[in-house]
């Protein structure tokens, strides 16, 4: 079991429980500040997640009913999850960026039908064979289904404003868009003298998903049924990546595993795996135009394809259009004309 780390300057994190889930555990950091302790992100909804957390201040030397804000650094639910709860249990109110505020009140209030029928559509627009379509027809048929984990997320009460310091009192807190692994995905940048005066331009930066020590975050698509705007995620979170090697960063507290210091190290190694990713996917589609479901089929994951299992390989078709589109946007791949579901080839 993890325990929970005091990081100093009034800062800790609280290992909070994600069941079922190889992730193990989301770190919820805990700021103090001279209205009461601030909760950078909040955990999965769970009971015994919120028994965690509620353990985890006990330690910290407060309490669930205490707690004052809470800032969310996107809306997933090992992130988001708990807030709601949170929120009842102290009348805390909840902060997210804008981006993110419009996928929970989606989330929310679209129905399972329209929901299922932009999945459906946009998997065969893929080209995903029939077989995989089918359960989800099946579904949309019976009106059955599997609840959508994010129909119950809370709405937040405040906007995070990117590039502006968080209202908090006796705190020095930056909030940076990082959009990219959600499209209102943010790092919050606390500037202040790191407390054990660790070297690099300064502050501790809550990295959320955006910058993990030994993860690669998933980069697919924005998943707007809404929206028909073609957008660019895995260039966006390129971008951000820079943005955040830029701010050079004492240090980095991550939403997962476990903080470190060298923000430019990890953003270069990120930048160098998604360089190899495009390189060899353009490979694949200079022999020959693949539909983004053949890409997903030809890349390479951390299994073979066979042993994906259903969910994760809708995950990785969108994965796998998120690096397509960053290739077109290149203008290193183009989709061939006249074909549907549309296939891509280099150019
Ligand atoms: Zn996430
Ligand atoms: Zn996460």
Same mark, same amino acid.
């Given at each position: 079991?993890?325990?929970?780390?005091?990081?100093?300057?009034?800062?800790?994190?609280?290992?909070?429980?994600?069941?079922?889930?190889?992730?193990?555990?989301?770190?919820?950091?805990?700021?103090?500040?001279?209205?009461?302790?601030?909760?950078?992100?909040?955990?999965?909804?769970?009971?015994?997640?919120?028994?965690?957390?509620?353990?985890?201040?006990?330690?910290?030397?407060?309490? /669930?009913?205490?707690?004052?804000?809470?800032?969310?650094?996107?809306?997933?639910?090992?992130?988001?999850?708990?807030?709601?709860?949170?929120?009842?249990?102290?009348?805390?109110?909840?902060?997210?960026?804008?981006?993110?505020?419009?996928?929970?009140?989606?989330?929310?209030?679209?129905? =399972?039908?329209?929901?299922?029928?932009?999945?459906?559509?946009?998997?065969?627009?893929?080209?995903?064979?029939?077989?995989?379509?089918?359960?989800?027809?099946?579904?949309?048929?019976?009106?059955?289904?599997?609840?959508?984990?994010?129909?119950?997320?809370?709405?937040?009460?405040? $906007?995070?404003?990117?590039?502006?310091?968080?209202?908090?009192?006796?705190?020095?807190?930056?909030?940076?868009?990082?959009?990219?692994?959600?499209?209102?995905?943010?790092?919050?940048?606390?500037?202040?003298?790191?407390?054990? =005066?660790?070297?690099?331009?300064?502050?501790?930066?809550?990295?959320?998903?955006?910058?993990?020590?030994?993860?690669?975050?998933?980069?697919?698509?924005?998943?707007?049924?809404?929206?028909?705007?073609?957008?660019?995620?895995?260039?966006?979170?390129?971008?951000?990546?820079?943005?955040?090697?830029?701010?050079?960063?004492?240090?980095?507290?991550?939403?997962? =595993?476990?903080?470190?210091?060298?923000?430019?190290?990890? &953003?270069? $190694?990120?930048?160098?795996?998604?360089?190899?990713?495009?390189?060899?996917?353009?490979?694949?589609?200079?022999?020959?135009?693949?539909?983004?479901? =053949?890409?997903?089929?030809? /890349?390479?994951?951390?299994?073979?394809?066979?042993?994906?299992?259903?969910?994760?390989?809708?995950?990785?078709?969108?994965?796998?259009?998120?690096?397509?589109?960053?290739? &077109?946007?290149?203008?290193?791949?183009?989709?061939?004309?006249?074909?549907?579901?549309?296939?891509?080839?280099?150019?």
């Amino acid at each position: 079991m993890r325990r929970v780390t005091d990081h100093g300057g009034g800062v800790w994190s609280v290992p909070v429980p994600i069941p079922d889930n190889p992730l193990g555990h989301t770190l919820v950091h805990v700021l103090e500040t001279d209205h009461g302790p601030v909760l950078i992100d909040t955990g999965w909804d769970d009971p015994a997640s919120f028994d965690a957390l509620a353990d985890g201040l006990a330690v910290c030397g407060t309490s /669930m009913p205490e707690i004052h804000g809470v800032l969310i650094t996107h809306h997933h639910p090992d992130h988001h999850g708990l807030s709601g709860r949170v929120r009842e249990a102290s009348g805390a109110w909840i902060a997210m960026h804008p981006a993110d505020t419009a996928v929970v009140r989606r989330t929310r209030t679209a129905p =399972q039908a329209a929901w299922l029928d932009y999945l459906i559509g946009k998997l065969s627009d893929a080209g995903a064979p029939e077989d995989h379509l089918a359960p989800l027809r099946a579904a949309r048929a019976s009106g059955r289904g599997r609840a959508l984990p994010g129909l119950r997320a809370a709405l937040p009460d405040r $906007e995070i404003v990117p590039g502006e310091l968080v209202d908090l009192a006796g705190r020095r807190l930056r909030a940076i868009w990082t959009p990219g692994h959600t499209p209102g995905h943010v790092c919050l940048h606390l500037e202040e003298e790191h407390p054990a =005066q660790h070297p690099g331009r300064g502050g501790r930066l809550f990295s959320g998903d955006h910058l993990l020590p030994e993860i690669t975050p998933h980069i697919g698509l924005y998943e707007d049924p809404d929206d028909a705007a073609v957008t660019d995620p895995l260039g966006d979170y390129l971008d951000s990546l820079e943005r955040i090697a830029r701010l050079a960063p004492a240090e980095v507290l991550p939403a997962h =595993q476990y903080a470190f210091a060298d923000a430019a190290g990890r &953003v270069g $190694e990120l930048l160098s795996h998604h360089a190899a990713r495009l390189a060899s996917l353009r490979e694949l589609i200079a022999a020959h135009p693949l539909t983004p479901w =053949q890409v997903a089929e030809a /890349m390479e994951w951390n299994r073979p394809w066979e042993h994906i299992p259903y969910g994760s390989r809708n995950i990785a078709v969108s994965e796998a259009e998120a690096h397509l589109r960053r290739l &077109v946007k290149l203008g290193l791949a183009e989709p061939v004309a006249g074909t549907r579901p549309v296939a891509y080839a280099a150019v």
